[in-house]
């Protein structure tokens, strides 16, 4: 198997992007990531792009071929990837595995959404949860994601005011990141008297809808001082599945594909968590932000909300956690935010992040799931 260095990112502006099509988003990404990467478009040899649910929210599949013929990349071997919201994540593996695996050379994985073109994004978005037992029964992704933080704080003494704090923090990260939906910072009190949307969960804790797109160009690590001075290492990219319902799980409060994905990618890159200088978790609801700290293995389980009250989770932290502003406040544009995960940390690690950037940032991690944790994705970089 051979090494994987990545050598060309790009992210959109995430939002509500009224003016700019499905194809003119993958596009724009797509285009930047292969200037970035200094490699010509006849140069690659594949092209992996996660998204959820074109088909609901545009209207629209046969997605890969679409996007290889609007951006003129045909004949090249362009592929599909979905798994919910970590389909840009597995996007990301998948090229990586590729490069690895000597099958292809140049390989770029993005991750693209148009969400705001429906009225109503909810019955989309619930797909990703399991139809006859949950979505068909009336099921939301914030109620499942509100029974997870009640059971939560029973158990562990979390509370409402350790809950807002992650949102505090992805919006203080936010107001520094330009390509974020929201670039505004917010109050503890400010979530605390939003509206309810199902309790204990209130719309400052919920991730937005959002449009965008993200890409990445990769290539072997012994070819990548050819295009690039600042190539950044893929050390680790693991994979792990859990029960797509929460009734089948024996305890809501831990996602067990986010453990064992991180333990396999832990031990894959040769490094421990006092390695890991910057993360980029799944934060979709306020709950996995703390959720992601602990299956993660930063904190003990159980201390994630206490974690987050004592500030160790801010960029000078302890443990610098969405430097972007996380899927809360850079955006949650469904097939796009593992993509946009990994494009965040690998401005980190070139030390081109501005004014969040973080001192010293040598190796980044990024963690990406779908639903409510069915699928985990979690790749580890370094300089």
Known sequence: MRDVAIIGVSQTKFGELWDSSFR???????????????????????????????????????????????TGLNPI???????????????????????????????ISAGVEKMTDVVDATPAIATASDQEWEAQQGVTFPSLYAMIARRHMYEYGTTREQLAEVSVINHKNASKNPRAQYPFEISVDKVLNSTVVADPLTLLDCSP??????????????????????????????????????????????????????????????????????????????????????????????????AVEEGITHIDGEIPVNPSGGLKARGHPLGATGIAQAAEIVWQLRGEADKRQIDGAEIGMTHNIGGTGGTAAVHILSR
Do not use: W
């Open 209 to 306: 809808v959002t449009d965008g797109a993200a890409a990445i160009v990769l290539c072997p690590a012994e070819m990548a001082k050819q295009y690039t001075d600042t190539p950044i290492y893929v050390k680790a990219s693991t994979q792990a599945s859990d029960t797509i319902t929460l009734h089948d799980r024996k305890d809501i409060t831990t996602i067990g594909s986010t453990k064992v994905a991180a333990k396999k990618a832990y031990e894959m890159a040769g490094v421990t968590t006092k390695d890991i200088d910057a993360v980029e978790v799944h934060d979709c609801f306020s709950i996995n932000g703390i959720l992601a700290i602990e299956d993660l293995g930063f904190v003990e389980k159980g201390k994630g909300g206490k």
């Open 24 to 70: 003119q988003l993958i596009a724009e990404a797509g285009l930047n990531a292969i200037e970035d990467s200094g490699v010509g478009g006849n140069d690659l040899d594949a092209m992996f792009v996660g998204n959820m649910t074109a088909g609901l929210f545009i209207q629209q599949e046969h997605i890969a071929a679409l996007i290889a013929d609007h």
């Open 77 to 107: 071997s362009s592929t599909r990837v979905e798994a919910a919201c970590a389909s840009g994540g597995l996007a990301l593996r998948q090229g990586v595995m590729a490069v690895a695996s000597g099958y292809h050379d140049i390989v």
